[in-house]
Each structure stands twice: as structure tokens, then as C-alpha cells.
């Protein structure tokens, strides 16, 4: 007991906590950075290492032919042919070579190889290499080499230069941000509104209201979906609105959003002191008034906390896209791209990684800006209900 004690004393519990975060965040942390390092890597090298060798040399086996047989000369009793396995602008050192693909590294580079019928091939680090016979060459094509290769870690940002210009990647990022942005807005506004109603002003009907909200956060997307694209296109047709267009989307999705919103934002805004309130009012301060001057500036936090919420789940959201803005490539937001993408260029490691860093970097810039705001936010608003 007194040893158990004297851990306590120590603060052991606190830091198995702060060990087992740390630990969390690591295992969140390192597939995004290996989708970083890819995304910024030469597609050869992806192709032959992982990501976790970017820093170091890639060995890779590739394949290459010697020079044709007649531009061998003769020296003395022997035939030469030389030059280089390397095209022009290749480079690299080779570790070992071969001349089965069974076989790519059975010689060493350097080292002469004795091939049979009078034949030794020299293949030296930096590509050049010595091709003799004790005779003439028979074949009229150039013997095929296969080789062990080692090339320096390259890194370019030409794959996001693809991404962004060729593929509507930059197109749906912008599709994507037009959606999001106004769909987290629009729901915050209306929210606001009514949170401070259902915490400070006096109705009939109030409970009921509050109860029904709470019940609204646990209706399942799925199942409103349709009820709600019915609706739309009802009430479009009779407006002359377009069935598939940026208003639907940012109305679904501040529907979807509004009951989580007023929750969180009636909570915290209930838990505001009450003097603050009553002293506005003896001051002569209207509702409007206290809500826009008093509430909206403490309500900070709360707000915050669910804009994080709501921009990620717009963001990141690909249903209720397909439904209200469907597949036009015109109109298609960043997670239809992406999952087009990965149907067409499914072996391009070095297009699909850069465009999934692209696709969460706008989330991350978004998080890390309000992320000390989002557990006050949610804290107070869970303690302080009223």
C-alpha cells in the first residue's frame, strides 16, 4: 500500500495518461505522414520502396541492352563492345548485375563476369561497361543486361502540379470549399438564434421544442434523405429553382446540421451567468440586443466547437453531394474527384497521395485554428445545461 502510495505522489496515473495520448497521436500521426512523404516522392521510387526509405538511397531492378554487335572492334584476337547501360538523363549507381531475370544481382559491380563461350561482361557503379568475345559476335541484337540500381531519394512537387491542373482536382477543391463554407455558416446562424431563445426567452411550447431537437440529432441521414430531396424538388419546380444546384446542398446540410447545432449551442449559451442577462434587460437591452452584444461574444467557444464539426463533415461528405449536385465534372466536390480518381489511376500512388493531402489539408488548417476553443466549447456546454 505504501508503495502504491508513493506512485500516486509521483504522479504515475498522469503520465500513463499523457504515455497513452502521446502513443494514440502517434499511430494517427503516421499515415498521414507517409501519405506526405508520397505525395512528394518520384513514382519510379514509390514503385520499388516504401515511404519510410524515402531519406535513403532505393535499390530497384531494372532492365537494359547493350549495344548491337556491329559496333564491336577489335582489339588484338578479342571483340569489344562498350558504353553505357544509362540512357541519356538516367543516372544512379549500379550495386550488381545480370544477365538472367532470375538472376538480376549475381554479379557484382566492377567484377568481371565470365558468360561462357569466351564472353565476360564488366558492368562498373557509374553504368559503363566492357563487353568482350574471343571472337566475333554472332547475334545482330545487343545482349540484353538486367541490373541492381541504387538512385538518391528524389522529391518533386511535380504530382500536385498534376493533380491541381490536369485531373479537376483544383476544380472540385473549389466545389468543395463552396459547399463547405456556407453550409457551416448558415446552420451556425440559424442556430444561435434559436439556442438563445430556447435558454433565455419564455414560450409555450419550449420544453417540447427542446426535447424534439434532441431527438432530431439521432435521425439517421439515410433515412431524411429522400424526404428531403423530394421536398427540394417540389419546391424548386414550383420557384423555378434547378434540381441540382449549390442552394440544395448548403439547405440539406444546414438541416442535417441544425439539431446537433442547437443542442450544443443551448447548452452554452443556458449556462451563461444570469446576472449578465438581468442586468442587460433592467438596462433596457432587447433580446436582439443581448444576443448580438452579450451572448454571441461569449458564445465564442461554443460556436467554434461546432463549426470544426460541421466543416468537416461538409468537407469530407460525398452522399449528400452525388445527391443534390450529382456526378457532373463541373460540380463535383473534392471526395467525388478523389473516388473517380481512384477508379482510373489506381497504380498511381504518387496522384492519389497528393490528392488525399490536398483533401485534408484545408481540415487540418481549420482544426488546428479553432482546436482550443473546441473541448472549452463542448465542457462548458455539457455542465453548464440548464
Known amino acids: 500500500m505504501n508503495a502504491v502510495a508513493g506512485l500516486r505522489r509521483i504522479g504515475l496515473p498522469r503520465l500513463i495518461v499523457h504515455l497513452s495520448v502521446l502513443l494514440i497521436c502517434i499511430i494517427w500521426l503516421i499515415p498521414t505522414l507517409g501519405i506526405l512523404v508520397t505525395s512528394f516522392r518520384d513514382p519510379a521510387q514509390i514503385t520499388s520502396s ?127 470549399l463552396t459547399v463547405a463554407v456556407p453550409s457551416t455558416i448558415i446552420p451556425i446562424l440559424i442556430a444561435a438564434f434559436a439556442a438563445y431563445a430556447l435558454s433565455w426567452m419564455e414560450f409555450p411550447g419550449r420544453a417540447l421544442i427542446i426535447a424534439m431537437v434532441v431527438g432530431l440529432i439521432v435521425v439517421p441521414l439515410q433515412m431524411s434523405l429522400i424526404p428531403l430531396l423530394r421536398m427540394y424538388n417540389e419546391i424548386g419546380t414550383f420557384f423555378g429553382v434547378p434540381s441540382r444546384s449549390y442552394a440544395g446542398i448548403w439547405l440539406a446540410h444546414s438541416a442535417f446540421g441544425m439539431p446537433l447545432a442547437i443542442y450544443l449551442l443551448r447548452n452554452y449559451i443556458a449556462g451563461l451567468p444570469k446576472e449578465i442577462i438581468e442586468s442587460a434587460r433592467v438596462d433596457g437591452a432587447s433580446d436582439f440586443e443581448i444576443f448580438i452584444r452579450i451572448v454571441l461574444p461569449l ?52 496522384i492519389l497521395t497528393a490528392s488525399a493531402f490536398i483533401s485534408i489539408l484545408v481540415p487540418i488548417i481549420v482544426f488546428f485554428a479553432l482546436q482550443r476553443y473546441l473541448v472549452r466549447g463542448l465542457l462548458a456546454g455539457s455542465v453548464k445545461g440548464g
Not at 452525388?322 to 489506381?346: C, D, I, K, P, Y
Open 299 to 350: 458564445s465564442f467557444p461554443a460556436l467554434a466547437s461546432f463549426s470544426i464539426f460541421q466543416f468537416l463533415w461538409t468537407w469530407n461528405d460525398l452522399l449528400v453531394a452525388m445527391v443534390f449536385l450529382g456526378t457532373n465534372r463541373e460540380q463535383l466536390v473534392l471526395t467525388g474527384a478523389l473516388n473517380a480518381l481512384l477508379g482510373s489511376m489506381g497504380g498511381r500512388w504518387e
Open 50 to 176: 516504401g515511404w519510410w526509405t524515402a531519406f535513403s538511397s532505393a535499390s530497384q531492378t531494372t532492365a537494359s541492352r547493350l549495344a548491337d554487335p556491329p559496333a564491336a572492334r577489335q582489339e588484338g584476337t578479342n571483340y569489344v563492345i562498350s558504353g553505357s547501360v544509362f540512357e541519356a538523363g538516367q543516372g544512379g549507381t549500379v550495386r550488381a548485375f545480370g544477365t538472367r531475370v532470375a538472376a538480376p544481382g549475381e554479379f557484382q559491380a566492377g567484377q568481371p563476369a565470365d558468360l561462357g563461350e569466351g564472353e565476360t561482361l564488366t558492368v562498373n557503379e557509374d553504368g559503363s561497361y566492357t563487353y568482350t568475345k574471343n571472337g566475333p559476335f554472332e547475334s545482330e541484337r545487343g545482349r540484353r543486361v538486367y541490373l541492381t540500381i541504387a538512385t538518391p531519394p528524389t522529391f518533386t512537387t511535380q504530382n500536385y502540379n498534376t493533380v491541381l491542373t490536369s485531373q479537376g482536382i483544383g476544380q472540385s477543391f473549389v466545389n468543395s
